[in-house]
DNA sequence: AACAGATTTTGAAGCGCTTCATCTGGATCA
DNA sequence: TGATCCAGATGAAGCGCTTCAAAATCTGTT
């Protein structure tokens, strides 16, 4: 256990790291960080002292002296969303690829918090930052720019097409979720829940719809919630199933998975069978959706896929100089389990074949 | 849009603000850091100044010319379990509460990653540090030490009593939650899950051990499994479910929530009835446990509390030159639901009323 | 009008590191 | 042997901010 000698209480510097070694600072500061300019001799003598000393590097004074960090900053919209969590992890992972380290800020589902953690990161000068903004607000990202920062959009981008991003097609997604329940014979949709000033559920009704008119002998009814939580669902489910037989709705979208849950909960405690009397598909494929009062279908965008390539993007505008801005969207998937085709996992129609489908069970829980 | 008048293409400094508002360096700092020090002429100045610049201090500069920085660091194991969700969110509010800004770093279960990501914030010369550890490995923690960082131990301590740390006691959770099987009337319980190494685990098994031994005549048999995830459930309910009558556990506890949700899976899939047949309470109270196949009894260790009493900690440690270093050890709580008691919440037997039980839904979810 | 005391402002000295122009000491070659 | 190179090492100039002693300005008194 390396003793610290350095002097008064202050934590070992370079200076004292060069003292100790009889070697100048700009050697230290060689030695460590590209070894290859600095004959063995010298590395040698270093590595001792800073072994000795308890060094640690003050990342702070050397943001400031290279002129900006090395670390990444990612803001995510809601922690407690394993989406957002699958898309730190795939971030992450690119990152460490190369040598980057990521920093995580959640602003929950605050908008004041978004723009505090953006402020953060870019008074931090970093690397650059990972978005997922919320609905509305993107001033921050154009403050952040303005400061030369680096920054690319996860999961929502607002049309723009001045910086970096990685979407899903939130449109195609709806449409597929419709589609699967129009291809197992349900002609009675309901599109549950979500607060339609949110873009990206707004787009997924949009989607839907336009499976519904495909399919021509089809009805979607909509009922929008507040939030995206399960009572929620609940609460949607109790609304309409107390309604005559031939009125009932047999298939039920929802944007969000905790949503789906409500409804299904609140369905099997009202007596209903789910799927046989109502299917549902939920949206996001959460970790949760396993464990689920019976296992979700959902429509599943795959968060570490695109965090892994948001990352990647935003490596590439970070290192290349002549990074061309570009935006990415991802197609999402349908997964298919035991709330749409009940517990056998029944053949299925043939439509749904061609919908592109994942492997039922792709996250491991 | 304010513009950016800076020359060059760096961003504007302090300096460029002093120069355009025609005041000293020293006095631009002292505007922005101590307003009551300056007069409202000057203030005024500066933040016309400011906000004509787009002006956004360098934190690293700050840092390095303070000492350092305002921001601090919380080290979560598993971004997955909503239990860290829930620390993380109390840290974040009482942070948040004296102007501190939380950065998250998550180390995914992995020892390598946890140390670099203590060593990153060490680095970066934070405030202080949270951080939540795995079983082992606490070297990290004297190493931080060692530079003079500040750092609180949060849901884990290794037993070390020179630090502070926020606990939640292990063994009562254990206990309660065998008191509570017990009390049912359950009498051949079953320990299900968890490898042994984590202290966690193994103190829950011994707090369930104990409650055993009180009540005389109840087995308690232990089944490990090597992680924590659901289909190791699966995988032990499926174990013991084919077991002549007399030789099926009546309740079954287990260490985590989600290996509970895979033991209720099977088992009910197998055809048992839960809780008549068998009764399941898990531990920690996440957030899907509502969701679950059937809600589930849990041990609720209170995450948010942990966190903010943790960060509360912390900042005493920063703030007060006579802090003194104390371990809270927070009890947890019985959260009981369907997998014991049953879809109408059937009137429970007197003893778990003394046992410390929280409100069924406390998470909102 | 002159002065002590309080209030503001100033300027300079770092904080610990990167970087770059310079300098050193061999090795290489004619 | 002396001129030429070149890998390595050096030292100093900042990076943008905080802080503090010293200077400047403003109060209220006498």
Redesign the interface.
């Known amino acids: 256990?390396t003793a610290?000698t350095a002097h008064g209480?202050r934590?070992p510097s370079m200076q004292d790291v060069a003292r100790l070694a009889g070697v100048s600072l700009g050697t230290v500061s060689h030695a460590l960080n590209k070894p290859e300019k600095v004959s063995e001799r010298s590395l040698q003598k270093v590595r001792t002292a800073v072994e000795q000393l308890?060094f640690?590097?003050?990342?702070?004074?050397r943001?400031?002296a290279a002129g900006s960090?090395t670390?990444v900053g990612l803001v995510l919209t809601d922690?407690?969303n394993?989406l957002f969590?699958d898309i730190?992890?795939g971030a992450?992972d690119e990152a460490?690829k190369s040598g980057h380290?990521?920093?995580?800020?959640?602003s929950?589902i605050d908008l004041g918090r978004q723009e505090?953690?953006l402020?953060?990161f870019?008074?931090?000068?970093v690397a650059g930052i990972l978005f997922t903004p919320m609905n509305a607000s993107l001033e921050g990202v154009?403050?952040v720019r303005?400061?030369?920062r680096r920054i690319v959009l996860v999961n929502y981008a607002g049309g723009r097409q001045d910086c970096c991003a990685v979407l899903s097609d939130e449109e195609y997604g709806g449409y597929l979720a419709a589609r699967h329940l129009i291809g197992l014979g349900r002609r009675r949709l309901l599109f549950a829940g979500g607060p339609e000033e949110f873009y990206a559920i707004k787009e997924r009704r949009n989607g839907a719809l336009r499976a519904v008119t495909e399919a021509g002998n089809v009805t979607m009814e909509v009922i929008p919630s507040r939030r995206l939580?399960?009572?929620e669902g609940r609460k949607i489910a109790a609304a309409v199933a107390d309604r005559p037989a031939g009125q009932m709705p047999d298939g039920i979208l929802s944007p969000s998975d905790?949503i789906a849950?409500g409804v299904i909960?609140e369905l099997m405690a009202r007596g209903l069978q789910v799927p046989d009397d109502v299917a549902v598909i939920g949206y996001d494929n959460n970790?949760?959706t396993?464990?689920?009062?019976?296992s979700m279908s959902t429509v599943s965008q795959d968060g570490h896929l695109m965090g892994a390539e948001a990352m990647a993007i935003l490596l590439d505008e970070i290192r290349n100089p002549d990074h061309e801005h570009r935006v990415l969207t991802l197609k999402p998937q349908l997964v298919l389990r035991e709330s749409t085709l009940g517990p056998n996992g029944r053949p299925r129609p043939e439509e749904d074949r061609r919908a592109g489908m994942a492997p039922a069970n792709p996250a491991?829980?």
């Open positions: 256990m610290n209480g934590a308890g640690v590097p003050n990342s702070a004074a943001s400031l960090s670390t922690i407690d394993s969590v730190a992890r992450e460490r380290a990521l920093l995580l800020a959640n929950d505090s953690y402020d953060i870019d008074e931090a000068r154009d403050r303005r400061h030369g939580k399960s009572d905790r849950a909960h970790h949760f396993t464990e689920a009062a019976i491991p829980l």
